[in-house]
């Protein structure tokens, strides 16, 4: 089965360190979606992509945060400097978009990358 | 007060059981997702639907459009399907507004 493939699956890092999270769609899917998953918040959409261009980046902090898609393979988000307060799971789900016909799709979501802020 | 909400947050079955999970919307919605997450933090989508009833193996899924509920009901439970079960509300795009999910454990 085609899956979504994050990496690194944990990250332990200082406060004020830059943090690169990397994310590898399927195949195929034209949208990629960034979320993050703390005990209080539950799940929170941070930004999406349709096509490599960003749709939607409202759910995220901009002076720290910043997602790209370099290519169709690759999705990133960055945090730098990083705070304590970003330690979360990060999840990248991917899906076909809605604008090509399809109707609404599932999301299909990556195993997180854990992330700890000392 | 959330748009999507849950009940019960926890739940403690037995082996067998039947199970039925509540998730209440206050927004329009073109579709309504049921999530399962695993103990080990993967996501899986279980159902997406718009209207009706959806049936995979044991699990159905169903939805009320005009009340905005939707129920996923678990038949025969069992200790693999321990899990926290996740709604999510899709408006017009696709973005995704998210229940704070529902913890199941299933005892043997």
């Known amino acids: 089965d085609a899956r979504v493939t994050q990496t690194p699956r944990h990250k332990v890092t200082e406060m004020g360190q830059e943090v690169t999270m990397r994310c590898q769609p399927i195949l195929g899917h034209n949208t990629v979606f960034w979320y993050r998953q703390t005990m209080m918040q539950g799940l929170e959409l941070l930004a999406y992509?349709?096509?490599?261009?960003?749709?939607?980046d409202s759910g995220m902090p901009k002076d720290r945060f910043s997602a790209e898609m370099p290519d169709a393979t690759l999705a990133t988000l960055k945090i730098q400097p990083s705070e304590p307060r970003d330690s979360a799971v990060y999840f990248c789900a991917s899906g076909l978009g809605i604008d090509r016909g399809n109707g609404n799709q599932p999301q299909h979501f990556g195993d997180g990358t854990r992330l700890s802020i000392l | 007060k959330n748009e999507v909400e849950q009940s019960p947050q926890n739940l403690t079955a037995q082996e067998g059981e039947f199970i039925t999970i509540n998730c209440s919307y206050s927004?329009?919605?073109?579709?309504l997702h049921w999530l399962q997450q695993h103990p080990g933090g993967g996501i899986v989508s279980l159902f997406m639907?718009?209207?009706g009833k959806k049936k995979h193996g044991r699990l159905i899924a169903t939805i009320n459009i005009q009340e905005k509920h939707s129920s996923l009901h678990i038949t025969a439970s069992h200790p693999r399907d321990s899990a926290v079960y996740i709604c999510a509300a899709q408006g017009g795009s696709e973005k995704l507004v998210f229940g704070k999910g529902t913890k199941l454990t299933v005892n043997p």
């Open positions: 992509f349709r096509n490599r261009a960003p749709l939607d």
């Open positions: 927004v329009g919605i073109s579709a």
């Open positions: 639907l718009s209207s």
